[in-house]
């Protein structure tokens, strides 16, 4: 009888709340990725956005951790998700129809907050890909039972997200069959590959054709009163209203956002992560106008939130020089890539970087709306436009 309880509960679970319930072993499985660090995990827990709560998902095989994966619990409510949109009758009625689809909880495996793969790792070595996602599946349906009968709340949308077009992910098609989950294309990440050869700013100048190393040399000309300087803890605490103020003139301008990051979630990203966070702030005549934040994530750079005054940006060609900016950090400090996210992909394309294909696997938990109305509010929340890619080398 001991034999049969012991082979039933060789491959295992068990869910945690909080980073200080980890156990030892998390942070020693081999991954480089500091989304995936308690460093971050910790500093995330008390800075994160309101509307976000985060579940950790240890597997074991027998005694031994062998996978993790983030979960994050997300409150998703209108007056959250537009700011400063239209008030015309027809985009209220699209308002009013996704509040009925999204409005409640939903899980997110990954986080939200940061484009890019940053939810799941197993070690391949001891447990199948099946196995793995098996324990990853009764973790959530523990998790839907959990949150309703602790907050009276159902989750509405289950999602995977961001995977790139060769992850491995995609192979376990009989796991998203049986549990619903469809396979939908989001915006591209784009992503600078540094190469090897580069050192220095001259090199990366030199690389660009005759139209874009003039337009380098215009938009640095329109900055050359701007200061940037790294920000240390305790200047991040001396300036954190201004940060805040700056980050939210470029959050709020996006028209459609799931978060708004809490007032102290630079200070908390700076405390736990130390060098590995980095804020550099532009200053004009010793006033803050502009800032932009970069995590360093084992040989790549993880580009992250940003802010800058929405009238000094076009008279100083702000956003285009923190992406130069960000560029030759990475090359002068011997990173191999450039994590540039998936926005404003037109004009990070004119500063080098690609886009890669990125896909996520989601469902609603009601089955009379159905796939079709969550591809529409997919659509809605992260269209797939249509845009210029830019070749700036030679």
Same mark, same amino acid.
């Given at each position: 009888m001991f034999?049969?309880?012991y082979?039933?509960y060789l491959?295992?679970?068990k869910?945690?709340k909080?980073t200080?319930e980890?156990? +030892?072993t998390?942070?020693a ?6 989304f995936?660090k ?5 500093a995330?827990?008390?800075s994160s956005?309101a509307n ?7 597997v074991y095989?027998a005694?031994k ?11 998703m409510?209108?007056?959250d998700?537009f700011?400063?949109t ?5 985009k209220?009625l ?8 999204v409005k409640?909880?939903?899980l997110?495996?990954?986080?939200l907050?940061h484009t ?12 199948s890909?099946?196995?793995y996602?098996k324990?990853l599946s009764?973790?959530?349906h523990q998790?839907? @039972?959990?949150?309703?009968k602790?907050?009276?709340? @159902?989750?509405r949308?289950i999602?995977?997200?961001?995977f790139?077009?060769e ?6 098609t009989?796991?998203? @069959? #049986? ?5 939908v294309?989001v915006?591209p990440?784009?992503?600078?590959s540094i190469?090897?050869?580069?050192t220095?700013?001259?090199d ?6 005759k @139209?874009?190393r003039?337009r380098?040399k215009?938009a ?9 300087r ?6 991040i605490?001396?300036?954190? #209203?201004?940060?805040y103020?700056l ?6 301008n996006a028209g459609?956002?799931?978060?708004k990051?809490a007032?102290?979630h630079?200070y ?5 992560l130390?060098e590995?966070?980095?804020v550099f702030?532009?200053?004009? #005549?010793e006033e803050?106008i502009g800032?932009?934040?970069?995590i360093?994530?084992d +040989? ?8 800058y005054?929405?009238?000094l ?6 956003y ?5 900016q ?6 002068? +400090?011997?990173?191999?890539s450039i994590?540039?996210?998936r ?15 990125m896909?996520?696997?989601l469902k609603?938990t ?7 109305f969550?591809?529409l ?5 992260n269209?797939?436009?249509d845009?210029?890619?830019?070749h700036p080398?030679?």
């Amino acid at each position: 009888m001991f034999s049969v309880f012991y082979f039933f509960y060789l491959v295992h679970f068990k869910l945690f709340k909080n980073t200080n319930e980890l156990p +030892n072993t998390w942070d020693a499985l081999p991954t480089c990725d500091i989304f995936l660090k308690k460093a971050f995990l910790s500093a995330l827990e008390q800075s994160s956005p309101a509307n976000i709560y985060s579940n950790y998902l240890c597997v074991y095989k027998a005694e031994k951790l062998v996978g993790i994966a983030v979960i994050q619990r997300v409150q998703m409510y209108t007056d959250d998700i537009f700011r400063n949109t239209s008030s015309n009758n027809l985009k209220f009625l699209g308002k009013k129809l996704f509040a009925k689809i999204v409005k409640g909880n939903a899980l997110i495996i990954g986080n939200l907050m940061h484009t890019g793969q940053h939810g799941i790792f197993f070690l391949s070595e001891e447990i199948s890909m099946e196995a793995y996602f098996k324990q990853l599946s009764q973790a959530i349906h523990q998790l839907k @039972k959990d949150i309703k009968k602790q907050y009276q709340k @159902k989750i509405r949308i289950i999602a995977f997200k961001d995977f790139f077009e060769e992850d491995p992910i995609h192979t376990n098609t009989a796991f998203f @069959k #049986k549990e619903n989950l469809y396979k939908v294309q989001v915006q591209p990440n784009m992503l600078f590959s540094i190469p090897k050869q580069w050192t220095s700013t001259e090199d990366y100048i030199a690389a660009f054709n005759k @139209k874009y190393r003039d337009r380098y040399k215009r938009a640095r000309k329109k900055a050359y009163l701007i200061q940037t300087r790294e920000l240390d803890l305790e200047s991040i605490k001396k300036q954190s #209203k201004i940060l805040y103020t700056l980050y939210e003139n470029v959050s709020d301008n996006a028209g459609v956002n799931s978060f708004k990051l809490a007032p102290n979630h630079f200070y908390k990203l700076k405390e736990y992560l130390n060098e590995d966070f980095k804020v550099f702030g532009c200053f004009l #005549k010793e006033e803050l106008i502009g800032f932009y934040t970069l995590i360093l994530n084992d +040989n790549t750079i993880e580009t992250y939130f940003l802010g800058y005054k929405q009238d000094l940006q076009q008279e100083h060609q702000l956003y285009l020089n923190m992406l130069y900016q960000m560029t030759i950090y990475g090359i002068e +400090n011997n990173f191999e890539s450039i994590v540039f996210a998936r926005t404003a992909m037109e004009i990070k394309s004119s500063i080098g970087a690609k886009p890669h294909v990125m896909h996520v696997y989601l469902k609603h938990t009601n089955n009379f709306i159905g796939n079709t109305f969550l591809k529409l509010l997919v659509k809605y929340l992260n269209p797939i436009r249509d845009w210029q890619e830019r070749h700036p080398f030679k």
